[in-house]
């Protein structure tokens, strides 16, 4: 005779996982990955990055051939320096004004400013390139717009000195 106890439990079977959910789950791992991988790639394709500005391919400038041809239908209104306090309660320049592409055919879709700022006896205390005007928001024929740059930290010794704002370079849309 077998002795089965009157508390005892049914036999202890393991539970399998299912091939169609071992499926998803590697599935979704590897969709995770994938994601991962596309998000790289895309950080990696956009413009390079140097000396402050942004680079783009194509730009146009000093010594490159047609540039006086053009920078003349460029003009910088109203540049101003200022000093103004950060989110931080430090003190930063900001320098301000209005790029306007006159034109009357051409949208620039890149423009380069050098930025210089003079100490009070006109000796350049730290000079700059920006790019205000960028491929996403082109400046088109007989537009004016505003831009404003900001220098942190604040070079103590340009308190009270002046700013000088030029064309640096420009990309004409071809």
């Known amino acids: 005779m077998s002795e089965t106890s009157l508390f005892s439990g049914p036999p202890e079977r393991r539970r399998k996982l299912r091939p169609a959910f071992v499926g998803i789950i590697l599935a979704s791992i590897a ?3 994938l994601l991962i991988v596309v998000v790289i790639l895309v950080q990696k394709s956009g413009p390079d990055f140097r000396e402050g500005h942004t680079v783009y391919p194509g730009v146009v400038r000093a010594l490159d051939p047609g ?3 053009h920078v003349q239908y460029l003009e910088i209104l109203n540049a101003a320096g200022q000093v103004s306090e950060n989110y931080l309660g430090g003190q ?13 055919t051409q949208t620039v879709d ?18 700059f390139v920006k790019t205000p005007v960028q491929p996403d928001f082109p400046l088109k024929p007989r537009e004016i717009r505003s831009f404003n740059v900001w220098v942190e930290p604040l070079p103590p010794e340009w308190l009270a000195g002046t700013v000088d704002v030029e064309i640096n370079g420009f990309r004409l849309v071809r």
């Open 31 to 33: 969709l995770l990955a």
């Open 92 to 104: 930063q320049a900001v320098v301000t004004g209005e790029i306007a592409n006159s034109s009357g």
């Open 67 to 69: 540039f006086r041809d």
């Open 110 to 127: 890149v423009v380069e400013l050098r930025i210089t700022l003079l100490g009070s006896n006109g000796e350049i205390i730290q000079e």
